[in-house]
């Protein structure tokens, strides 16, 4: 077994030098998948990432909203996504036709787009966000601008409740985060009395609000650097536990739930990764109008400065 594994990252590895890739991986991706990539990170550091990359061939080892921010920042590159079926649910709760629809209806508004959505929804917005950012790129907007928020209603709830703006949501939801209950909070508080206790911000906002803070991934990794509290419990898929353990060996990491598993995040294996190199599959390809289109509101939120 450890033998067949490391015959795979030896392939890997010849094959990202001969093809000149990169391989990038999201914070949820299984950790053998973690420990063989360049980069591992959360929606915004990855999208600031694939904005600056030399490689001709980026891997994307995530969802494809992610493999196709990458495309959309990169479009000279070839991006790889292992797993042609690896998406994420809630960037299929919108479309670009119903959002067009909706936006009839609030004329004036700005819309802000949770990147966790398609490159064509994203062609119809204003500004993209993640969950790192969210709260900064709403306060940004001027206060007499209605704002139209999508798609998840529950980092969009939580925004709101943040930032004391009022958002127009879209119903969209995460199924993952959407399962996390106040009263596995107060489950989880009864056990470690001593523990602080962290979530993501797409879980509902009765959650939130139990939570001592709610984080991107990224910023949990930085809590969990940065904070005095050997316990934590963590509200997020479990795929984070790995890197947050690894960064942090004398502290202990409790999940909310056992149960929060992303069978998306899950499909990418070592297996993949190398198949992929072989064979240049699954290529992203977008049509070059969207590619232009959506790179607008991407690079207004990676800029800073969104200017609206
Ligand atoms: P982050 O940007 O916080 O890593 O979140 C991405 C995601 O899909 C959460 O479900
Ligand atoms: Fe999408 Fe939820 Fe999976 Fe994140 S955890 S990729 S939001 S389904």
């Given amino acids: 077994m450890a033998d067949h594994q490391s015959a795979l990252i030896d392939r890997i590895n010849q094959l990202r030098r001969t ?3 990169i391989i990038l991986a999201h914070n949820y991706v299984f950790g053998p998948v973690q420990d063989i990539a360049d980069f591992v990170g959360d929606s915004l550091e990855l999208s ?3 904005n600056n990359v030399r490689e001709a061939v980026i891997v994307f080892c ?3 909203f992610m493999a196709e921010t990458a495309k959309i920042l990169s479009p000279d ?3 790889l996504l292992p797993v042609d079926g690896a998406g994420c649910p809630m960037a299929d709760m919108v479309t670009a036709a119903a959002l067009r629809n909706f936006k009839k209806r609030y004329p004036g508004a700005v819309t802000v787009c949770y990147v966790n959505s398609t490159a064509a929804v994203k062609a119809e917005v204003d500004i993209c966000c993640t969950s790192a950012n969210a709260e900064q790129i709403v306060r940004a907007i001027p206060r007499d601008r209605k704002i139209i928020f999508l798609p998840d209603r529950n980092l969009g709830a939580n925004v709101a409740n943040a930032t ?3 958002l127009i949501l879209w119903e969209g939801h995460c199924p993952i985060h959407l399962r996390f209950t106040p009263e596995m909070i107060k489950r989880r508080r009864a056990e470690f009395a001593h523990a602080a206790l962290i979530v993501h911000p ?5 959650v939130v609000a139990l939570a001592d803070v709610a984080l991107s991934t990224g910023g949990m990794l930085k809590f969990a650097r940065e904070t005095e509290y050997r316990e934590i419990i963590v509200g997020t898929e479990l795929g984070i536990i790995y890197r947050l353990q690894q960064e942090n060996p004398g502290k202990t990491f409790i999940p909310l739930s056992e149960q929060a598993i992303c069978t998306n995040m899950k499909k ?3 297996e993949d990764v190398l198949t992929s190199l072989e064979t240049m599959r699954h290529q992203i390809e977008l049509n070059s109008e969207i590619i232009a289109r959506a790179a607008v509101p991407i690079r207004r939120m990676i800029s800073g400065k969104p200017e609206l």
Avoid: F, M
Avoid at 202 to 206: H, K, R, S, T
């Fill in 164 to 166: 004391g703006r009022k």
């Fill in 268 to 270: 990418t294996l070592l």
């Fill in 48 to 50: 600031i990432k694939a």
């Fill in 62 to 64: 995530g969802v494809r």
């Fill in 77 to 79: 590159k070839t991006v």
């Fill in 19 to 21: 093809r000149n890739a």
């Fill in 202 to 206: 797409e879980c509902p906002p009765e």
